[in-house]
Structures are given as structure tokens and as C-alpha cells.
């Protein structure tokens, strides 16, 4: 009895008109959102993995001694319209970590990476991840430049106490 | 077989039944075919391919909906207050509802036109019409942001209106409602005839899209319902329903009815310039508010302007014309060519169908069959191209597609008919459900209709939805009219009560949509840029918080030296420069709304200190992981008391001391 019961409700399923069009698998869609932006992450990977420059578009950052005085202005006051609610220029954490010595510790080209290729960079430099599970809040994306991004780079060098 | 068992065996039976009887046309499945729901469906993360753009009615809204999948992305307020953003309640946004009769937070909102290039859809601006305290809204379609609002005088109630030119030179308005204007207005309602006036106003909308009114023309006093521009060969005339040529002032169901025909009334603007270029306006005093939001300083000013420049067409030949039309005409619909002009008697059982070569031969032989207040009226057969014959009962509204057809709504036998605009041969019919009004083809009042759908906007949905009470949703039904058949392919809820919509191509519009303000651009006179420059700073019995928020604080978050009868203004910056990332701000007790700041902007919540104590404010859009911790707090003391006024966020005093004693 019972199976005749699932006979008649499989059937009642099946003899349902206007048969629907098989519809691709989302997964088969190429050009979905999730595809678009983990090719381009994949891609970016590939191009530059594990050299310590992170991710994106700055690959090779010339640095002059001494510093270049028209960027720190300008640098500074980027950092105290994107940066301060964040960042100290001391070496205490408070959202994000302090940037004494940031120099020091990363490559020009990451942290330059870090400031304009935020999202990508959090998705898949193994650095700003370890960052990530330290701070806990994603950094922001600040609509920052590479320009500017080389100009806060300047800031850096100087709170860092290179002249 | 147990009674479960049987239970069960019979519901399977039932089911099979029902199934097998679904293949059968009848009931209101019958328009629904099998592959509708493919049609309608849009998979998640992929996007819709019109935004539909769509009045909410009296609910002075627009809804932003995708087509085909009838999803809803968006309410934008536009004549009423919006608490969910703060929309006339934040200090920047109020005096967009600023009206010669003070703030008007509530307006019925019936018409979206979007503005066009040369009669084709340019994606700037949508504009639309408050019919109540009459006014038109622009609405920026980079933002999705009610940006400016004008009122209209010597209007009773804009109805007719925001109808625009080819180039979106003009912008219309008239008058649904008569009234005695000028220096006389305390006059009998019985004095209609003699002292009751229409006035057409042109607003013209400048290249970055302000506007202004041009002029308007004073007409007899009549009911104007709808109005289409000229285009193409027609570009420089407008035309406008009349209704009410009986010119009744009371029982207008039974009075304004008894006439066999009302009018279309014809304007020829390109003349109405000429008169207005020869010196021969006349300027009159008004009163009027034009509300204007700016991006920079992302606040609204409002100014009360007191003059307006009106034509009086009697005495100036030439620019208004009357063409019989059957019926308390509604709709007045002009084909993509700009050749024929399609008038909808609300209660005529045909649809005719006038032509502008026709009515400009009959002008140039006078052919007219009298006048009506002094204006000629050409004779209805010289004006007439043909008439759609049997259409079905109660035609309303005309769109257009890009194949020479003409889609019209039926109210009263509540459906879709198409026709052929050259032979005005009926093609097909859809039943809507219920008692249609308005309908959408994507494109339908332009040049280039972009076609594939037609939209019906529903009156009534009585059974089509889960009840909700005494009020149920309003609707939308969704067509697909790719092929010769019209086929239903979706029914979606709307809010508010939809009038007219548009629907534009998702490609015209996304990639310009706008992600976020540059602080660099902020011109906000209280804007913090940057956590340095935050500060609370007192003016008399006034205290102005220069606040920020950025994930996932805000700052300062501990304010101390407000005084008891205070109106404390915060002023928040949100410091983020990402997309999607607004931050709210609500306080304890605030007799007004939250504020949701965007990226880059400054907004102000104002906010009364009436009790003392320490009240609690937080971030009320979920930003981070540490949402639940961007908050802080405001301490309000005794109005004699000496608590100095200061402010921080992550300084910790030592607990035995107390803060600010």
C-alpha cells in the first residue's frame, strides 16, 4: 500500500504539464559574481606569489633618500582623513595595528598593495590574513590612489625615523 | 490500511487530480504558460535586465524594482518623510519639503517620466509629480536621491504632469483641479464658469538639470487628467486630456459625464516661446518654494520665489487648439513616430486615434466646429486618423512598442488589448488581475521603445495574495510580449498604490551608479574630516557634535557638559570610502528619526537634552563584526551644573575618580 501511495505521489509530480526547461546549474554560469572575482584574485596570485610585495597593482617601488618632502605633507594629511581612526603612529593597536616601524617590517609594495587592494589582498596574502585574525575588522577599502597610497608611504618612512 | 494510510492515499489522490487539472486552461491560470517562471526567473547573483522605476501613489514614494524578476531594490522618498534614512527629518533634508504652506511631509505621487535625449531614454534624471500640494521632484538616477523639488503655483493640484519634451526641455504641469487664481480668490463656488482657471505651466530643465518655470498658460477652467509631448515630427506641441468641459463643481461623476466629448487640448509651445521671447508675458505675483539638494555641502536649501511669467492664450492666437475626444478622456498617448496621438475616453467603448499631419491641415483650413471659451475646436473627423473599434470597456492608458504596436489598459474589463497602430486592428487581449490602471512597455512613451515586456499596474488584487487584513498589497503583473501572444509570466507586489512607471535598461544606468562621496569633495560646513578634526563645540544653548564614524567606532563616543534644554545638532561624518558601507546613528529619546550616513557624506540629527542623565547612541546600520560595539555615551547634567563640556573616545579615567564629577 505504501508503495503504491509513492507511485501515485511521483506520479502526480511527473504527470505535472508545462515541462520546465532544464535549467544549467548556477555552478555552470561563468560569468557569476563569485566566478568574476575569484578569477581575478586567482590571476593575481599567480602573478606575484610569496615575494613579500603582496597583491595588486604596485610591483616595484623606488625609494629615495632623503625623503621626499612634498609627499609627507601630503601623506599626512591623507592619513589624518583616512587613516588616524584606525591607525596610531605609535606602536599601540587600536582598530588596526600601530604603524611604527611598518617599514620596517613590510615591503614598500605591500603596504601600498594593503592601502589600495584592500579586499584581495584580505582574500589572499597569507600577511593580511594573519592581520585580519588579529584585528578581527576587516580594513576598509578608503578609495585611496596608488599616488596617494606612495604619498602615505612617505609618511611611514618618516614617523619610522628615516630622513 | 490503517487510517493514516488511507489518509495519506487519498491526499495523493487529490493531488494527482489536481495536477492533471492544472493542465487544463481555466481559472486565471489559463494566460500562464508552462515556461513562465524560466522567463521571470533571474538566478541569484545574476542581475535583472530593466530597472522599473515605479510611483508608489499615496504613499509619495518611487519603488525601485528589476525586471523581469519584479524584485524590489529600492524605496526612494520623495515627497514624504522616510524614517528608515532619515529623509525630512535629518537638518540637511528638510527643507526639500518645504512648501509656500510650510513643511509638507506627505504628497501623491502618480507619474515618473525619465528624461530623454533627442525622444530616447538618456538615464539623468527620473522627475515626478506631487498631485496633492502640487509640486514636481527630480530625482538623480547616479544617486537614486530625491535632489530637487519646485511647487507650483496657481495650481490646485498637479495631476496632469511630470510629462517632458524630446530633449527634456520642458518638463509640464496643469492642473487637475480649477480654481479662482490671481488677486481674487475668495469667490462662490458657484462662480466656476467666471472665475475658475486651468494654468499649464512650463518648467524648463537646464543641462544640469535645475528647474524653473518658464511660464504658464492661463486656459478655462476644466479638469486636465494626462499629457504626452510631440516627438519627432510633432516635437514643439504638446497635447493634454480635458475632462469636466462641463465645467461642474459639484457631483462630477453625474455632471462632468453629460457631455458626448471632451477635449485633447493641443499647445503649440514653439509659439508660446515666441510670444514669451516678444516681450508678451505677463508677470504675476506667487508664492512658490523651489527646494534644491546640493552634493558638496550634502544639504538642501529651500527658497520661496515670488513671481511667474503666464501667457494668456485667448488674447495670443495660436497657441491652444481643442480636439473633441470622446468621453472624459484620461490617457493621452503619443506613438513612437510622433504621428498619432491616442486618446482614452474613461467611458467610451472605442479609442480614437488622432493625427498631427491631420490636425495641422485642419488648423491651416480652420476647420473647426466652434470654440470653447474663446480657444478654437477643430472638427473631430479633421482631426481624427481612425478609431479603434470594440476594444473592450473603460481604455485608460497607451504604451508602445518598437513593432508599430499599441498596448491600451482597460479598467472596467480589466485587461490588456493589443493593437495594430496603422490598420487599428485588435490583435490580442490579456486579462489583469485586477482592474487595471497603468501599464509599462520598457520605452513605451519614447521614440525607441526597448519592448520585450508590457507591466500592467493593478487597482485591486482581492484573492491573488495571501490576506493581510482589510489592506492587501497592491500589484504588478509582468508580460512578456516578445512573441504575437502576450503571456503572463509573473505577478509581483508592489508598495504604496502604483500609478504610472517607467523601465529603463539595467546597462544605462549601472555603470554610472554612484558608489560613494568623496571626502576630498565634502563641503558640509560641520564636516569632520578625519578623527583630528572631531570636536563638541557650544553656541549659547546650542551644542554642535563634530562626530565620525568609521568601522567600528564612533567618535567622540563619551560627551559630557550638556545641559538640560540643550539641542544637541550631531553632525556624523562617515570616515568610510568603501561601497556598501553606510553607518547609522540613532540616540535615546530623539523625537525624530535615525540618520543613515553614506561614505563620504556628513548628516545631522538634531536632538533635545530635555532630562538629565546619560543617554546611549550607536551605529544602527550593521557594519562589522563589531557592530554591536560602535556606540557611546552623552551626558546631560542640571542646568546650573558646572560639568565642563568634553568629549573623547578610548580615554579611560580611573574608575574611583569618575568622569567629569
Known amino acids: 500500500m505504501k508503495k503504491l501511495f509513492l507511485i501515485m505521489l511521483i506520479g502526480a509530480i511527473f504527470v505535472a504539464c508545462g515541462p520546465d526547461k532544464p535549467r544549467t546549474s548556477e555552478n555552470e554560469d561563468s560569468d557569476s559574481y563569485e566566478n568574476i572575482h575569484s578569477n581575478e584574485g586567482a590571476n593575481a596570485v599567480a602573478a606575484n606569489v610569496n615575494d613579500g610585495k603582496g597583491i595588486g597593482q604596485v610591483t616595484e617601488v623606488t625609494l629615495n633618500t632623503p625623503l621626499e618632502q612634498e609627499r609627507i605633507g601630503r601623506g599626512k594629511a591623507i592619513y589624518e582623513m583616512k587613516c588616524q581612526a584606525c591607525h596610531r603612529i605609535d606602536d599601540q593597536r587600536v582598530v588596526g595595528p600601530g604603524w611604527k616601524d611598518v617599514t620596517k617590517r613590510r615591503k614598500p609594495e605591500w603596504i601600498m598593495n594593503m592601502i589600495t587592494n584592500v579586499d584581495v589582498m584580505l582574500d589572499k596574502d597569507a600577511e593580511a590574513q594573519k592581520l585580519l585574525e588579529l584585528c578581527l575588522t576587516r580594513m576598509p577599502n578608503q578609495n585611496v590612489s596608488v599616488g596617494d597610497a606612495r604619498d602615505v608611504l612617505e609618511f611611514m618612512r618618516q614617523n619610522d625615523g628615516q630622513k | 490500511m490503517n487510517t493514516i494510510t488511507k489518509l495519506a492515499y487519498s491526499v495523493a489522490v487529490v493531488c494527482a487530480a489536481f495536477t492533471i487539472y492544472s493542465c487544463k486552461p481555466a481559472g486565471p491560470d489559463k494566460v500562464l504558460t508552462g515556461d513562465a517562471a524560466s522567463k521571470a526567473y533571474v538566478a541569484p547573483g545574476k542581475y535583472d535586465e530593466f530597472y522599473n522605476i515605479v510611483s508608489g501613489g499615496f504613499n509619495g514614494q518611487i519603488g525601485i524594482y528589476g525586471l523581469p524578476s519584479g524584485r524590489l531594490f529600492k524605496i526612494i522618498p520623495v515627497f514624504s518623510t522616510f524614517p528608515e534614512n532619515g529623509y525630512g527629518y535629518s537638518e540637511e533634508s528638510k527643507p526639500m519639503l518645504n512648501t509656500s504652506n510650510g513643511f509638507v511631509p506627505w504628497d501623491d505621487l502618480h507619474h515618473i517620466s525619465l528624461s530623454t535625449t533627442n525622444g530616447e531614454h538618456d538615464g539623468r534624471w527620473a522627475f515626478a509629480n506631487g498631485n496633492n500640494t502640487p509640486r514636481v521632484a527630480r530625482i538623480d538616477l547616479k544617486t537614486f536621491k530625491t535632489v530637487e523639488i519646485l511647487e507650483l503655483p496657481n495650481s490646485g493640484g498637479n495631476h496632469s504632469s511630470p510629462y517632458i519634451t524630446e530633449n527634456t526641455e520642458y518638463v509640464v504641469a496643469s492642473t487637475r483641479f ?343 569633495d565634502n563641503q558640509h560646513p560641520y564636516v569632520a574630516k578625519g578623527e583630528g578634526q572631531t570636536k563638541v563645540e557650544r553656541k549659547g544653548n546650542e551644542v554642535h557634535v563634530y562626530m565620525t564614524a568609521i568601522r567600528s567606532h564612533l567618535t567622540p563616543d563619551n560627551i559630557e557638559g550638556i545641559k538640560q534644554g540643550d539641542d544637541v545638532y550631531f553632525h556624523v561624518t562617515n570616515l568610510e570610502q568603501d561601497w556598501d558601507v553606510p553607518h547609522g546613528f540613532a540616540i535615546k529619546g530623539a523625537n525624530n528619526a535615525e540618520i543613515l550616513i553614506m561614505p563620504g557624506e556628513t548628516q545631522t540629527l538634531k536632538w533635545k537634552a530635555d532630562r538629565t542623565g546619560v543617554f546611549p547612541y550607536y551605529c544602527t546600520d550593521f557594519c562589522s563584526a563589531l557592530h554591536q560595539e560602535m556606540q557611546g555615551y552623552a551626558r546631560v547634567s542640571a542646568p546650573g551644573s558646572n560639568v565642563p563640556l568634553k568629549y573623547s573616545t578610548g580615554k579611560t579615567d580611573d574608575q574611583t575618580s569618575g568622569a567629569g564629577q
Open chain 2, 178 to 520: 480649477s480654481i479662482p487664481i490671481g488677486d481674487n480668490t475668495d469667490v462662490p463656488i458657484s462662480s466656476y464658469k467666471e472665475n475658475f482657471k486651468g494654468t499649464v505651466s512650463f518648467i524648463k530643465v537646464d543641462t544640469s538639470g535645475h528647474m524653473k518655470i518658464a511660464f504658464q498658460l492661463v486656459t478655462p477652467g476644466v479638469n486636465f487628467d494626462l499629457a504626452r509631448a510631440g516627438k519627432g515630427p510633432s516635437h514643439g506641441w504638446f497635447f493634454f486630456s480635458c475632462y469636466n468641459t462641463e465645467q461642474a463643481y459639484t457631483l462630477l461623476e453625474v455632471n462632468a459625464s453629460q457631455k458626448d466629448k471632451d477635449f485633447i487640448m493641443a499647445v503649440n509651445w514653439k509659439k508660446a516661446e515666441e510670444y514669451i521671447q516678444a516681450g508678451k508675458g505677463k508677470t504675476t505675483k506667487a508664492r512658490y518654494a523651489h527646494n534644491v539638494h546640493n552634493e558638496s555641502t550634502h544639504q538642501a536649501t529651500s527658497t520661496i520665489l515670488e513671481e511667474v511669467l503666464q501667457l494668456d492664450p485667448a488674447e495670443l492666437k495660436d497657441i491652444i487648439y481643442f480636439i473633441p475626444c470622446p468621453k472624459s478622456p484620461h490617457g493621452c498617448d503619443v506613438d513612437p513616430s510622433g504621428e498619432f496621438i491616442v486618446g482614452s475616453g474613461k467611458l467610451a467603448a472605442l479609442i480614437p486615434v488622432f493625427s498631427f499631419d491631420k490636425i495641422q491641415k485642419a488648423i491651416a483650413n480652420k476647420e473647426f466646429e466652434g470654440d470653447f471659451a474663446g480657444l478654437p475646436v477643430i472638427k473631430y473627423e479633421s482631426a481624427l486618423y481612425g478609431e479603434v473599434t470594440k476594444p473592450g470597456l473603460g481604455p485608460l492608458h497607451t504604451e508602445f512598442d518598437a513593432n508599430g504596436n499599441a498596448y491600451t489598459s482597460f479598467f472596467v474589463s480589466s485587461e490588456i488589448v493589443k493593437w495594430n497602430l496603422k490598420d487599428l486592428k485588435v490583435l490580442d487581449r490579456v486579462p489583469t488581475y485586477y482592474s487595471i490602471g497603468h501599464l509599462c512597455v520598457p520605452g513605451g512613451p519614447t521614440k525607441k521603445p526597448h519592448g520585450k515586456y508590457v507591466i500592467a499596474y493593478n487597482k485591486i488584487t482581492k484573492d491573488r495574495y495571501l490576506p493581510t487584513g482589510p489592506e492587501l498589497t497592491q500589484s504588478a503583473q509582468l508580460y512578456d510580449i516578445s512573441g504575437e501572444k502576450m503571456k503572463l509570466i509573473l505577478d509581483f507586489p508592489t508598495t504604496g498604490e502604483p500609478h504610472y512607471a517607467e523601465a529603463i535598461p539595467a546597462e544605462m544606468l549601472m555603470p554610472k551608479s554612484t558608489k560613494i562621496y568623496r571626502l576630498e
